[in-house]
């Protein structure tokens, strides 16, 4: 069902939505994108202490960002993400991490050895997926040793894709547009007392852009699930 569609369903918005990394120029009402946060900001937080804030580029600010994070990481500066990252993938979800790159990379007829085209895909993440419209979550410095802050952010961000989607906007999730953090909090005027956590880019999916149709293969509730004391 083509998003944004007056009949949609939940289920339906929950099982067609997916990673939109091309967009149609075309802008995005402001009007709209407060719509859709305020859908988002209905996501469940521990005690009700809602430690999120969006701040929403677009036009020439984003340009910047966009500028900056791809001048940066072509000079080779080193990743300055604030939030923690972890170490590299392992295992059976470094399996899933690489099939989906295989997905995406065979959609965009990106071949394994065409390193100008890998690291043309690469950069497009540092530019927020050239999206109209870049969403920065930021969670409030001085919740930082709570675990509870980052679920409740990621609740939150999952809430705004899904929101965005039943208004006919796609949306990925993305860590390369943070990865530079000076630049980012520079351009988006992000206070010192908030940590940035992810960038969402936003807008009008482009029905002609390959990898738009990927849709990654997902657990089962077999594989996930643990069922005790039902018959």
Not at 27 to 50: D, F, G
Not at 146 to 172: E, M, Q
Request: hydrophobic fraction near 35%.
């Amino acid at each position: 069902m083509t998003p944004g569609s007056p009949d949609q369903t939940y289920e339906d918005v929950v099982r067609g939505r997916r990673s939109i990394r091309g967009y149609l120029d075309k802008p995005v009402p402001r009007e709209l994108i407060e719509e859709v946060l305020s859908m988002a900001m209905r996501s469940p937080t521990s005690m009700n202490t809602q430690p999120w804030h969006f701040h929403v580029i677009t036009g020439e600010p984003l340009d910047r960002i966009r500028k900056g994070n791809t001048e940066r990481i072509l000079a080779g500066e080193p990743d300055s993400r604030e939030f923690r990252r972890g170490h590299a993938f392992e295992g059976v979800h470094r399996e899933r991490q690489v099939e989906c790159a295989v997905q995406l990379f065979g959609a965009m007829g990106i071949e394994r050895d065409n390193k100008e085209k890998r690291q043309d895909w690469v950069l497009r993440g540092f530019r927020q997926f050239d999206a109209p419209v870049c969403v920065i979550v930021t969670y409030d410095r001085e919740l930082s040793d709570s675990d509870d802050t980052a679920f409740d952010c990621g609740a939150v961000t999952t809430a705004l894709v899904n929101a965005a989607w039943s208004r006919g906007l796609g949306c990925v999730i993305n860590s390369q547009g943070i990865m530079q953090s000076p630049v980012v909090r520079e351009h988006a005027h992000i206070p010192d007392d908030q940590v940035i956590m992810k960038a969402v880019a936003l807008g009008w999916p482009d029905p002609d852009f390959p990898a738009n149709s990927v849709y990654t293969n997902r657990k089962s509730v077999d594989e996930s699930a643990n069922f005790i004391g039902f018959d």
